[in-house]
T-cell receptor
Framework: GAGVSQSPRYKVAKRGQDVALRCDPISGHVSLFWYQQALGQGPEFLTYFQNEAQLDKSGLPSDRFFAERPEGSVSTLKIQRTQQEDSAVYLC?????????????FGQGTRLTVV | GESVGLHLPTLSVQEGDNSIINCAYSNSASDYFIWYKQESGKGPQFIIDIRSNMDKRQGQRVTVLLNKTVKHLSLQIAATQPGDSAVYFCAENAGGGADGLTFGKGTHLIIQP
């Protein structure tokens, strides 16, 4: 596709429910990033993949958060036993190179609301 | 801890005027900076970037200035248009192979007719 695609655009989950958020990066992009954006705040780094390898997961807020990119393309961010504080927009970004210091293209995000 | 921050949360300018959005950073190891524009309900959109070995870079109607001495970054938008209304974020990469970007909180730019 022409850009980074995320689905679903909106997700409402009951507290305690598990959710899975999908990211389709730009074809051929080596790097994939997940960010969490709370209302009125800037995005905060969650995790980074270089192809299928998860090289950095230092930003994941708890062990309820899990991300994978098994074939080095599509990625899924999974949140187990969702809590109200997980409500945020989850953004996926991809970049052509394998370095963090380069232009990254963002998807439109998935807005997660935990009720 | 070290962070990227912005001086003003909201900036209002008249259509056609120039605007300047400022950003302070505190991580002296940062070697790459980037400005993103985010419209309501959309993901951040790349505007312009600059590496630490430069102090100025120009794009179409935008200029980024980097002052490493005082750890200050600015985005200048010339001849603002209604479509420039958005939240603008500066972000940095800490260098040394660091992954991802550290974003500031954003400045809401409002273009008045």
């Amino acid at each position: 596709g022409a850009g980074v695609s995320q689905s679903p655009r909106y997700k409402v989950a009951k507290r305690g429910q598990d959710v899975a958020l999908r990211c389709d990066p730009i074809s051929g992009h080596v790097s994939l990033f997940w960010y969490q954006q709370a209302l009125g705040q800037g995005p905060e780094f969650l995790t980074y993949f270089q192809n299928e390898a998860q090289l950095d997961k230092s930003g994941l807020p708890s062990d309820r958060f899990f991300a994978e990119r098994p074939e080095g393309s599509v990625s899924t961010l999974k949140i187990q036993r969702t809590q109200q504080e997980d409500s945020a927009v989850y953004l996926c970004a991809s970049s052509l190179t394998d370095r963090g210091a380069t232009e990254a293209f963002f998807g439109q995000g998935t807005r997660l609301t935990v009720v | 801890g070290e962070s990227v921050g912005l001086h003003l949360p909201t900036l209002s300018v008249q259509e056609g005027d120039n605007s300047i959005i400022n950003c302070a950073y505190s991580n002296s190891a940062s070697d790459y900076f980037i400005w993103y524009k985010q419209e309501s309900g959309k993901g951040p959109q790349f505007i312009i970037d600059i590496r630490s070995n430069m102090d100025k870079r120009q794009g179409q109607r935008v200029t980024v200035l980097l002052n490493k001495t005082v750890k200050h970054l600015s985005l200048q938008i010339a001849a603002t248009q209604p479509g420039d209304s958005a939240v603008y974020f500066c972000a940095e990469n800490a260098g040394g192979g660091a992954d991802g970007l550290t974003f500031g909180k954003g400045t809401h730019l409002i273009i008045q007719p």
